[in-house]
């Protein structure tokens, strides 16, 4: 078993992580964006703009210990409230994101998937999306979903949908209907249930994130903003994903 020493700055405590029991797939709210810009009496879209530079940092981290898909909660379906600036700067954040990033993220193997429905975005944004989506999908690295005009709610109407119009064409038989028919028409259907959700910022809400996916996922908050998320919190995250007992409903 190969074991991580780390020591950790706050409360001197020694990390020690297993790296034969990393999370497989760790989802993440990235919240705490406004609250972290208000602090600082910044513009919430500074937030934004600083919460990226922590997807930087955790992608990378998660990488390193051996995370193999990493979910990124970046726009909800009911962020669409927010004042159509803050819209509008989401937006234009993404496309900057895929544009500065997808050349290196492509180069270190990372796959790259949206969850949501990416036909209400504006074309410019949609298209950045495919774009990135194409280039990466062949790559054997870390798979980085971005749940973008993601609901989960949403998620499984959209599923209900689609497997009663498969139904009525024939393609799919009532009696195979099961949980697994289920996942698969879900947008995370290429990616396991989460092991680990990460919710900074001091909410301990799900906000419409992963609503069939979480049955038994851990949760795992922290009181810290998502722009000072940083390495060593996530190590914390696992540390302590680690120490828990999953049964599963099991004894
Ligand atoms: C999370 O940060 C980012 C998005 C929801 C897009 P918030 O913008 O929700 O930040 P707070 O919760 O207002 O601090
Ligand atoms: C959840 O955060 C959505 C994202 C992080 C993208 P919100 O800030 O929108 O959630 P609520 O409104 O506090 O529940
Ligand atoms: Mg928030």
Redesign the pocket.
Known sequence: MLKLFKKDKENKEEIQLDFDNIPKHIAI???GNGRWAKQRKLPRSMGHKAGVETIRRILKEADRLGVKYITL????T??WKRPKDEVDALMKLLVQYLTNEVEGLHQNGVILRILGDINALPGAVKEKICEAIDLTKNNKGIVLNVAFNYGGRNEIVRAIKNIVSDVESGNVNEENIDENLISNYLYTKDSPDPDLIIRPSG?Q?I?NFLLWQCAYSEFWYSNVNWPDFSESDLQKAIYDYQNRDRRFGGV
Request: avoid cysteine; proline fraction near 0%.
């Open positions: 709210i990235m919240d909660y970046a726009f909800s009911e962020n909410e809400r906000s």
